[in-house]
């Protein structure tokens, strides 16, 4: 008697295991872009508390670059991981306006002065379909 495994075996189990592949993949797609907007998220805290800090030390005063918190208040400038919109970037573009933010939707960080208010620089949704900037 021969024990073996016959072609349609074979086939049941590769077509079973695309059939795991195909429902799996967008799950595991979608988690490593919400994972990488916790990130950035967590991030834009970061740097807005040692803004915070550099303004309370500086008595009322805030930086004319983002890179002046650069290593007192913070170690480094952190990248913005956007996925799906944008490639991992710590670029700054330094805004001299008034309240006013006019993006050029770039990636990285987007900081306003002399206001010290610093956004991502990213004008299209997240996974709860929120404008990445509104963070």
């Not at 021969?2 to 795991?20: A, D, F, P, Q, Y």
């Not at 998220?41 to 805030?62: C, E, H, P, Q, W």
């Amino acid at each position: 008697m021969n024990k073996g495994v016959t072609l349609v075996e074979i086939m049941i189990v590769v077509s079973i295991l695309g059939i795991l592949g195909a429902v799996t993949l967008p799950k595991y797609s979608e988690a490593v872009r919400k994972s990488k907007e916790g990130s950035t998220k967590t991030s834009l805290v970061n740097m807005r508390s040692a803004l915070l800090l550099y303004f309370a030390d500086n008595i009322g005063v805030d930086p004319s670059t983002l890179t002046a918190i650069v290593p007192d208040y913070i170690d480094a400038i952190p990248s913005a991981s956007l996925g799906k919109w944008h490639s991992d970037s710590s670029s700054i573009i330094n805004a001299s306006t008034y309240g006013v933010i006019n993006q050029t939707d770039l990636g990285g960080w987007y900081y306003v002065t002399p206001s010290g208010k610093v956004v991502i620089n990213c004008t299209h949704t997240d996974t709860k379909q929120a404008i990445i900037t509104s963070w």
